[in-house]
């Protein structure tokens, strides 16, 4: 009966492992376009030139990727329509 325990034990250990292993060998996920909350604004509108970062539009105010973004008198906008009507 002991010999089940340990047998059970070392099986649990065994999956514990192989768990933690796929979370270690899992590559990073590429970075998702998403809309930020309000309060993350302040950021998003300086940082313009990298193309990875996220851009506010100085209209509507919605994220968008610095590389889609339209820039204008340097501000962003998320297309030419919101940054002809600033
Ligand atoms: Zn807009």
């Given at each position: 009966?002991?010999f089940?325990?340990?047998?059970l034990?070392g099986?649990?250990?065994?999956f514990a ?9 899992r590559?990073?996920e590429?970075s ?5 909350p309000p ?29 889609e973004?339209?820039i204008k ?5 998320c297309?030419?329509?919101?940054a002809?009507?600033?």
């Open positions: 009966m002991r089940l325990m340990w047998l034990l099986v649990l250990v065994v492992l192989r768990k933690k292993a796929q979370n270690l060998t590559p990073a590429p998702q376009p998403f809309q930020a309060q993350e604004a302040e950021f998003a509108t300086t940082a313009t030139e990298n193309a990875e970062t996220m851009v506010c539009c100085e209209l509507c105010q919605l994220y968008i990727p610095a590389s973004a339209v008198e340097h501000k962003s906008y297309c030419a329509a919101h002809d009507q600033s």
